[in-house]
């Protein structure tokens, strides 16, 4: 069988053979690595590099292509398309796969064959053909495994570690996706890392790294409580460091954005009724509440520690568990109620739009349904004696513990009233359990969460004040 358009005729994928003369083939992009770069044998002290991606053409038919070549050609080659696009190959070489070796490292194709470019020889192009293009993306939404072959999450913490360094495939809905985080490696080559939480009917919060910039970029293509993955050939790990099982994108992996399966559209359905319910919301809160025990924080920082310590970073924090022993120098809640109170969406528990009152994440359900409710929003300052960290963020239960007070509470003071709550908050030295992320969207560069915010015991205050904790309670840069 062969595609045919108005230029060329393509071979199909399934009918490439060795002894072909300057095939043309053509496909929609379902999987690509990272260029990286090998010492070159042949020129000592010098590199090649290589990328490799994997195309489809059919629901049951894909191949692996690899390319070689100078570091100008392959990071131009690399850059020209992305998983998602269709292509046409002019003239690639087709070679017989050494399946054992060779799937070890990429994904698992029905076909025998891999291609391989060459910068004098072949051609790569983003597909124009817009008939084609059409059937060529529908295959987006095809899983490259058997629908119906993999774990759910509670399964895989079922296993626990037992399926440690395991290859399964996971199918999952996306619940929030994180900002890539940048660093340096040891031996000084840049390198990122983006995690995503997944969820399903029976685990509500799992996570997958991704450490490659192809699929950081797919993630962020993805649409938190909307968006369902089914990820072929991730690698399970146990992670010591969180006591929880994880999951990883590797070279193997090929991740199909909403697939087009009748599994997938019970999860589907799933993510509308919990939506509708709020089920989904109780269950993340009550998990939030266990998930962070605050007995597990220990290091003690000053504000200028928290400072030092995202500069060495260049900016790119990983996030930071800590405690400070320092003050409220700013908390402005006698000033006006809409800055420190937010309206939600009872469903989905987003912010809804302060003009029309309304949610635009679930606009999709009946209005008759929905209602919203008021929730602590407020940003205040946190000083200890080496400096201020601005516009942390006090929000919901951890306020209402702060204040005193419940919302519904704190709506019935008069000002007077708020005035003096805020007084007696106000420069009290206090023990403050925190989250520090970076944030580039926000305006000091660190986001901080405050996990807790109590009077603190004189004493420990005062010990720490002077320096005198020891232990796992000092920095370690």
């Not at 017989?96 to 891999?114: C, I, L, M, W």
Request: proline share 3%; aromatic share 10%; with cysteine.
């Amino acid at each position: 069988m062969a595609y045919s358009s108005s230029t060329r005729d393509f071979v199909a994928l399934s009918d490439l053979h060795p002894n072909l003369a300057r095939p043309n083939v053509i496909g929609v992009v379902i999987g690509k690595t990272d260029v990286r770069s090998f010492p070159d044998r042949k020129n000592i002290g010098s590199e090649r590099y290589t990328f490799s991606f994997t195309i489809r053409d059919s629901p049951t038919y894909f191949i692996n292509v690899n390319s070689w070549g100078r570091e100008e050609y392959i990071r131009s080659l690399s850059e020209s398309f992305r998983v998602g696009d269709c292509v046409t190959i002019e003239n690639p070489l087709v070679q017989s796969k050494e399946a054992e070796r060779e799937e070890k490292f990429n994904p698992v194709t029905p076909s025998s064959y891999k291609l391989l470019l060459s910068e004098n020889h072949s051609v790569v192009k983003t597909s124009s053909c817009y008939e084609m293009d059409t059937k060529l993306l529908s295959l987006l939404h095809l899983p490259v495994k058997d629908p119906q072959d993999y774990y759910s999450l509670g399964d895989i913490i079922a296993n626990g570690q037992s399926l440690d360094g395991r290859i399964l495939n996971v199918l999952a809905a996306v619940m929030s996706v994180g900002e890539p985080k940048y660093f340096m490696t040891s031996d000084k080559r840049k390198g990122q890392r983006c995690e995503v939480k997944l969820y399903d009917e029976t685990e509500i919060s799992f996570p997958i790294v991704c450490w490659d910039n192809e699929s950081i970029q797919l993630a962020q293509s993805w649409i938190p409580r909307e968006t369902v993955i089914f990820a072929s050939d991730v690698r399970i790990n146990f992670d010591k460091f969180r006591n929880c099982m994880t999951a990883t994108v590797i070279s193997k992996t090929i991740i199909t954005t909403n697939p087009e399966t009748a599994e997938a559209n019970v999860l589907f359905s799933f993510i509308k009724e919990s939506a509708q319910s709020g089920v989904l919301h109780d269950k993340m809160e009550e998990q939030s509440k266990e998930s962070i025990n605050l007995e597990t924080i220990g290091d003690v920082y000053t504000v200028e520690q928290l400072k030092e310590k995202a500069l060495q970073n260049d900016g790119k924090l990983e996030p930071v568990y800590g405690i400070i022993y320092g003050y409220i120098s700013t908390l402005d809640i006698d000033d006006n109620a809409s800055k420190v109170i937010r309206n939600r969406c009872s469903i989905c528990r987003f912010i809804v739009n302060e003009m029309s009152n309304t949610c635009t994440f679930c606009s999709d359900v009946s209005s008759d349904s929905k209602s919203t409710f008021a929730s602590f929003d407020i940003l205040i300052d946190l000083t200890d004696h080496t400096g201020t960290l601005y516009s942390c963020y006090l929000s919901d239960c951890v306020a209402e513990e702060t204040l005193g007070c419940t919302i519904h509470e704190f709506l019935t003071l008069t000002e007077d009233k708020k005035t003096a709550l805020k007084w007696q908050l106000l420069l009290e030295q206090s023990k403050i359990y925190f989250k520090v992320t970076s944030s580039p969207s926000w305006r000091t560069g660190l986001k901080v969460n405050v996990l807790s915010c109590k009077l603190a015991d004189p004493a420990e205050a005062s010990q720490s004040l002077l320096g005198k904790e020891t232990g796992n309670k000092r920095l370690h840069y």
